[in-house]
């Protein structure tokens, strides 16, 4: 007797959720197609949303233009809101001729095909400019629907069946890599002086300025080196002599560490060749006679 009511139990049970689970596939199924309903409408809604507000904002701008002969309060605010208005509504120009809306639709098929031509040449983020096109299209369709006079106007480049995923591995071109001596002698001083922000921890940049934890850096370039007076210096710099060069700077400013094995300088260096360049264009113009081409022979 028990089991028999167990076994009803359970049977009733399973019912049930067969019952609920079905009623939830079909509110999920209607759910989706709502969905997609209103994804293919959205362009639709847009363009008459927009048309809308054009012959508001345009009655709008009429009604306070009238106000605006009549008051003294506010005009100011009053002048201020009618500019903003005619601002949206020479935003809104495609509704007022065929020639303005042909202009706008051109526009729209212009942003197409840069679209269409990236989609073309690109193996990475494929699927949101396929998806981006498809927006664009549906603008395309919806607007020449709102503005019947566009339709003889041209239309994609590109069909969607056209549309295929890129197999083959497309060859990128690297820009060229320039020597030190190439971009010394197109390096920017400007560019340098913000670099100098990592020096002046350390250092002077002035002229006559003091010596820090380094020593001043005025008059640096070409300068003998470990040759700054009243400052102590390593003896693994002062073993080196000779000038500070370009070439010798470069050599420096990419690993001081490397340069000069036990010198004082904690600085780790710069990686890139320009932004060395650029630092010893810098360095050079803080002199009081700046060596002309930057030091290059």
């Known amino acids: 007797m028990y089991l028999n009511q167990i076994i009803k139990i359970i049977v009733a049970g399973v019912f049930t959720f067969s019952i609920i689970g079905s009623l939830s596939i079909v509110s999920n199924s209607i759910f989706l197609e709502k969905v ?145 001596e190439e971009e010394l002698s197109v390096a920017s001083v400007d560019s340098g002086l913000k670099l100098s922000k990592k020096c002046t921890a350390c250092h002077s940049l002035k002229s006559g300025g003091p010596n820090g934890v380094g020593p001043t850096l005025w008059n640096i370039v070409n300068a003998p080196k470990a040759n700054i007076d009243d400052y102590s210096y390593s003896s693994a710099l002062l073993s080196i002599g000779g000038n500070w060069t370009v070439q010798d700077l470069n050599m420096w400013l990419k690993s001081p560490k490397k340069y000069a094995p036990g010198n004082k300088m904690s600085f780790a260096g710069l990686r890139k060749i320009k932004d060395r360049a650029d630092l010893i264009a810098f360095l050079n113009s803080i002199s009081d006679e700046p060596i002309p081409n930057n030091g290059l022979n």
């Open 36 to 180: 997609i309903d209103e994804i293919e409408n959205v362009s639709q809604v847009k363009f008459k949303m927009m048309r809308e507000e054009f012959f508001e904002t345009q009655s709008s701008i009429n009604k306070n233009k009238k106000i605006l002969t009549h008051t003294v309060v506010k005009r100011e605010e009053l002048l201020d809101k009618i500019k903003e208005q005619e601002v949206r509504l020479n935003e809104l120009l495609f509704f007022t001729s065929p020639k303005a809306a042909s202009e706008y639709l051109n526009k729209l098929n212009s942003k197409l095909r840069q679209a269409e031509h990236a989609l073309y040449h690109s193996v990475v983020g494929r699927e949101k400019l396929i998806e981006k096109i498809k927006i664009i299209k549906s603008e395309i369709s919806s607007f020449k629907e709102i503005m019947p006079s566009t339709d003889n106007l041209p239309s994609s480049v590109i069909d969607e069946e056209e549309i295929k995923p890129v197999n083959e591995t497309i060859a990128v071109i690297e820009k060229p890599k320039l020597s030190f």
